[in-house]
C-alpha cells in the first residue's frame, strides 16, 4: 500500500455512501481485489496495520459484519477492543455520549460501530479522533455491505455501469437498499424496486430507481435480483402477514426468478429468513446464487476500508 493511494480518499470517515467519490468507490474496491487475491494465495498479506487497536463497537446484533470486520482487522495486525452493549455500563444507565467520552480517551486507531440510530456514526466522527467505520445505521446506511455487493458484481458482471438490479421485499427498513440504491447511482446502474405496498419506501431517492409491485413487471430485464428480509424490529409488526402469505406473493422461488435475464445472479445481504423472503432452492443454486460469494468478499471488503482509512 503506498502513502498517495491513502492521500486519494475524499472523506476521513466510512460513513455512507453518497459522502464518497465515485473515485473512492473504485480506489476500495480495487484494494479489497488486491487482498482477496493476496489471501487466497496466501501471500503479501502485509500487517499494515500492526502496533493499531480498532474499537468495535456494537449496539445492535450482527454476524457478518462485525465477524468480518474483525478477521480484517487481524489479518492486517491489529488488535481489537470489543464493546459489548449487554456487558456493558450501559446497562447501568451510562449514556451513549458518555461511553463515547470514555472510549475515545483510550485513544483507539479507528472505531466500527452499529447502531439503531441514524445520527450515532455521524455523532461518533465529530467526538473521536480516529476514523469511523459505520457497520449499519438505522434504515439509513450500511456503506461495507454495498462495497461487498458491488465487489460481487464486479467480479460476476464485470461492472455497475449499464446493469440492473431487482431488490426485492422490505425496501422501506433497509439500510442496504439505501447503499446499493445510492451507489448504483454513482456508478451508472439501474436499480427496480419489486415491494408490497406496505414495504414501500416514502420516496425514490434516485431518477435511476424504479418502482414495481411484481416480480414479473420488476424483473424483467435484470442482471441481479437481491433479497431482503422482513426487518421486523424496525417497524409495526400489525402491518404484514405471516411468513407463508408473504412468501406466496413476494417469495422469490425459481419461477420468479424466470422473468430475470437467464443469467442473472441472487444476492441476499443475510441473515436469511429461509422460506420467507427466499426459497431454499434459490438461496443454494450453485449456478444463481451469489449469497455465498457475498461471504467470499466481507473480509476484503473490510481490509480495504481498514487499511484506506487509517492514517
Ligand atoms: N448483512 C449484515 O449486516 O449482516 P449482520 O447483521 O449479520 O452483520
Known amino acids: 500500500m503506498s502513502e498517495d ?3 486519494r480518499l475524499s472523506v476521513s470517515h466510512l460513513l455512507d455512501i453518497p459522502s464518497l ?7 476500495l474496491l480495487h484494494r479489497a481485489l488486491q487482498h482477496k487475491r493476496h489471501l487466497a494465495e496466501k501471500t503479501d498479506v502485509t500487517q499494515t496495520l500492526a502496533g493499531k487497536v480498532i474499537l468495535t463497537l ?4 450482527s454476524t457478518r459484519t462485525k465477524s468480518a470486520a474483525i478477521m480484517a ?3 492486517l495486525g491489529a488488535k481489537i477492543l470489543d464493546w459489548d452493549e449487554k456487558t456493558s455500563s450501559s446497562q447501568k444507565g451510562e449514556t451513549f455520549s458518555d461511553t463515547i467520552r470514555y472510549l475515545s480517551a483510550f485513544g483507539p486507531d479507528a472505531i ?10 455521524y455523532y461518533v466522527a465529530k467526538q473521536v479522533k480516529c476514523p469511523v467505520i ?13 462495497l461487498v455487493d458491488a ?3 464486479m467480479e460476476l458482471k464485470g461492472r455497475i455501469e449499464g446493469l440492473t438490479m431487482a431488490i426485492c421485499g422490505d425496501v422501506a427498513h433497509s439500510r442496504v437498499a439505501q447503499c446499493n440504491m445510492a451507489l448504483f447511482h454513482k456508478l451508472g446502474g439501474t436499480v427496480h424496486l419489486v415491494t408490497p405496498d406496505y414495504l414501500r419506501p416514502e420516496k425514490i431517492p434516485y431518477p435511476n430507481v424504479k418502482l414495481f409491485n411484481s416480480f414479473e413487471e420488476g424483473l424483467k430485464g435484470c442482471d441481479a435480483v437481491m433479497m431482503l428480509r422482513i426487518q421486523k424490529e424496525r417497524m409495526d409488526q400489525s402491518l ?30 443475510g441473515p436469511m429468513n429461509r422460506g420467507v423472503e427466499i426459497a431454499d432452492e434459490v438461496a443454494d443454486d450453485p449456478h444463481r446464487s451469489a449469497i455465498f460469494h457475498q461471504a467470499d468478499n466481507r473480509v476484503p471488503v473490510n481490509m480495504a476500508a481498514l487499511d484506506l482509512f487509517l492514517p
Open 73 to 75: 482487522a487481524h489479518r
Open 112 to 121: 466500527v460501530i452499529r447502531h439503531k440510530d441514524y445520527n450515532a456514526p
Open 151 to 153: 465487489l460481487t458484481l
Open 134 to 146: 459505520n457497520a449499519g445505521d438505522s434504515w439509513r446506511a450500511h456503506p461495507t455491505q454495498a
Open 58 to 61: 456494537f449496539a445492535e446484533n
Open 21 to 27: 467519490s465515485r473515485e473512492d468507490i473504485e480506489l
Open 5 to 7: 493511494h491513502k492521500l
Open 240 to 269: 404484514i402477514p405471516d411468513d407463508a402469505a408473504y412468501f406466496n406473493e413476494y417469495g422469490l422461488t425459481h419461477d420468479r426468478l424466470a422473468f430475470a435475464k437467464p443469467d442473472a445472479v441472487v444476492l441476499h445481504p
